[in-house]
């Protein structure tokens, strides 16, 4: 009886979860990596810009499953994912960036910054930041540069 109960808790936890503020236009819900400090500084840093914020932590393959339900691209992996008006938010995506996708509306599956770079939101100051892209993600996993940030010009 123990095992079918952590089974099904196991289950519940791997499902996406709608919460109100997810399904709120505008609001943002990110599932972080288990105990990332970079996670929840790019949370509090979308709550600076004006985003209304939800979070949840998960880890390892339950944050994999996620990232996989919501159609990131394994390749494009970072440690966080968020979900706002039915795009993906995959690693330290600029809140401007998220405004352009939210007025342009285009047709794909979100927005991505592979990997953690250094200077971008929640990774360092920007002033000192390394050279990264914003990919606008299409739906069938292709991408195509989105936004470029070019090194440490503090923009």
Known sequence: MK???VLIALALLAAPVPLGAQDAPGAI?????QGCECCA??????????FEVTSEERFGMLLIQHKIAQGVPARLYSCHTAQIDGYFLEGHVPAED??????????????????????SPGMGPQASREAYEVLLVRKDGSSEVFTRYPAGDGV
């Open 3 to 5: 095992k079918n109960a």
């Open 41 to 50: 500084k790019w949370t509090e840093y979308l709550q600076e810009q004006g």
């Open 98 to 119: 998220i405004r352009r996708l939210l007025d342009e509306r285009p047709d794909a599956a979100g927005l991505a910054v592979a990997g953690m770079p250094y200077g």
């Open 29 to 33: 819900h990110v599932v972080e990596g």
